[in-house]
C-alpha cells in the first residue's frame, strides 16, 4: 500500500485502532458506516462498508479466511464471514490481485466477473540483484507465523540451516527451536537475505499472490514454492514447485532449485496507473 501512495493523489481516512478494544469498535462500528464525500472510495482491503453511499472499489488479496477459517481466530473468522460478503457486494469495482483471487471471489461469493479487475502487486525498489548478500549456506522461508505458511513441515524438509524471517501471527505458530528465526527485518535486509540464500521455500498451503516470490525472483533468488497456486502467475517457470503437503517434495524441491534470470513484475507507478483506471470506471 505504501508504494501505491506514493504514485497516487488521494487524501486518507483511517480508524487509529492502536488496542484490541479500538480494533473492535473499528469493525463494528467505523468500517461498516464508513462514509466520505470524495468522488470515490477505495478500501484497500476488505474491511469496508456494508452499504456505500460513493462508488466503492476494493482490493481482495486473498479469501482465505472464508476459504479456511479454522487458521484464523475465532473474531477474525466470525466477523470476515458476515462483513465480507457484505462489503464486496457493496463495491462499484473490486480490485483481486491475482487471477486466482479473481477465481475464488467468483466461486465464494458469486460476485460477477464483470466488475472484477486483477491489478497485481509490486515490490519495492529495493529488491534487486545489485547490493550486498547476507553470509553463511542457508534456505530462507519468509512470511507471518501463522498456519497456512507450512512452517512445519518447510523447517523438516531443510537440511542445514533454515532462516525464517517474519513477525508473530497467530494459531499457536511457533518457529522451531532448530531455525533462526529473524523476526521483522528492513526491506535492505531482505533484500540481502534473498540475494544469499540457497533457496526461497514459500510452501504456502494458500495465497492469493505471493509477495515473498515476487521479491526473490526480482532479486534472482531460486524459488521453491507451491504447485497449483497463484504463485506460478507471479514466477511461471522461474520458479521449482512442490508438493505443500509432503515435506521429500519440499526436500526434493530445495535440491532441484536453479536460479532464475532476475525479473520484476510491474512497478508501483503502472499498479497506481491501473488502479486509478479502477477508480475512473466506479465513478
Known sequence: MRGLLAHLDVAQVSFPATSRLASLAADTLWYPRLTTDADVLHCPTFRGPFRARVPLVVTVHDLAVLRHPEWFNRWTAAYSRFAVPRVVAAASRVVAVSEFTKRELVDLLGTAPAKIRVVPNAVEDVFTPEGPRAEGDYVL????LEPRKNLERVAAAVDGELRVVGAHGWGGVRPPAHVTWLGDVSDEELAALYRGARCLVYASLYEGFGIPVAEALACGCPIVTTRGSAMAEVAASDATYV???????????????????????????????RTWAVYEEAA
Open 141 to 144: 522461508a519468509v512470511g507471518t
Open 243 to 273: 508438493d505443500p503437503g509432503d515435506v521429500e517434495s519440499i526436500r526434493d524441491g530445495i535440491a532441484r532449485a536453479t536460479a532464475p534470470a532476475p525479473r520484476r513484475g510491474p512497478g508501483w507507478r503502472e499498479v497506481a496507473e
